[in-house]
């Protein structure tokens, strides 16, 4: 035998109930198995847990601290029962999201919350790599990517249709043109992204497909240390054309070997289901009709 939660259940019942048939109702079980998880618990320690006075069973100094951790014990399976329903409301439920750029996907998340500002938001952001594992690993529930494969594994819909352009500091004469090619690129330092960048995919296919093989002037792992190395004159970088909201003083200019567009997607398991997963998707739908206005205001 063992100290059980059945157990350690019945004893904080009876103890408010003052007696084994009022333990036995709260419980919904009956009264002799209520009795005997009493009673099995005190013979097998030696101890005692309750004092019988005028028919009415008091608990010991002991068994209050035992009805203590049954407290905090209910406290925890209340808790879990939040956590494992808190996907299937649409009050006071949470969703972790994975972004790979900050936009479209914060936009979303904006409009979002404005149709169900109860909703808590938890973002991870990575590169595209990191956030599809996170996915897979249902590390996150949904996520915001370009160019993710048709995979039977994801329910996707589309976010919005965007190219990679390439980013430069206002002096650079290439911010007055109204587009460069891959050879031109070749002259100035380059800024590239890690492995696992989505954007990173697309600007090497576009300098081999042009039959170049630069070497970058700088290689970083996040689109911010990109933006960051541009806005500090080191060099032309790459990114999403709408993958931020910032307007400062970086140009985006599009090149014509990165004209084609891809789909950017929301996309969680297929086999994860719930009221506020089916929600999220529904606001996809509905910001795609504003897409326009929210990508270029």
Not at 55 to 73: F, H, K, Q, S, W
Not at 199 to 224: H, I, K, M, S, Y
């Amino acid at each position: 035998m063992s100290v059980t939660l059945s157990r350690i259940r019945a004893i904080n019942a009876v103890a408010a109930g003052g007696s084994y048939a009022e333990g036995a109702r709260a419980l919904k079980i009956s009264q002799p198995a209520v009795a005997r998880h009493v009673k099995e618990l005190e013979a097998e320690f030696g101890v005692r847990l309750f004092d019988r006075k005028n028919g009415v069973l008091y608990p010991t100094p002991l068994c209050n601290e035992l009805c203590d951790i049954a407290e905090r014990m209910a406290e925890a399976e209340r808790e879990a029962r939040r956590i494992l329903s808190r996907h299937n409301t649409l009050l006071n439920g949470r969703l972790t999201i994975g972004l790979g750029n900050s936009m479209p996907g914060m936009a979303l998340v904006a409009q979002f919350l404005k149709r169900h500002p109860s909703i808590e938001i938890a973002v991870e952001t990575g590169s595209h790599e990191q956030i599809t594992k996170a996915v897979l690993r249902r590390e996150v529930d949904v996520a915001v990517l370009p160019d993710v494969p048709a995979d039977g594994r994801f329910r996707q819909a589309l976010l919005a249709r965007q190219n990679v352009v390439a980013i430069v500091h206002p002096d650079s004469a290439l911010s007055r043109e109204a587009s460069v090619t891959c050879e031109r690129l070749m002259a100035e330092p380059l800024i590239f992204r890690t492995r696992g960048s989505s954007t990173q995919r697309v600007v090497d296919r576009a300098f081999r497909a042009a039959g170049f093989e630069p070497v970058p002037f700088l290689t970083l792992d996040t689109r911010d240390a990109v933006y960051e190395a541009v806005v500090n004159g080191l060099g032309v970088g790459f990114m999403w054309r709408f993958g931020t909201g910032r307007t400062d003083v970086v140009h985006r200019v599009p090149v014509s070997d990165m004209h084609r567009e891809y789909d950017e997607v929301v996309f969680s398991l297929a086999d994860e289901r719930s009221v506020l997963l089916d929600a999220f998707f529904t606001s996809v739908e509905a910001f795609r009709k504003d897409a326009d206005t929210l990508l270029r205001q």
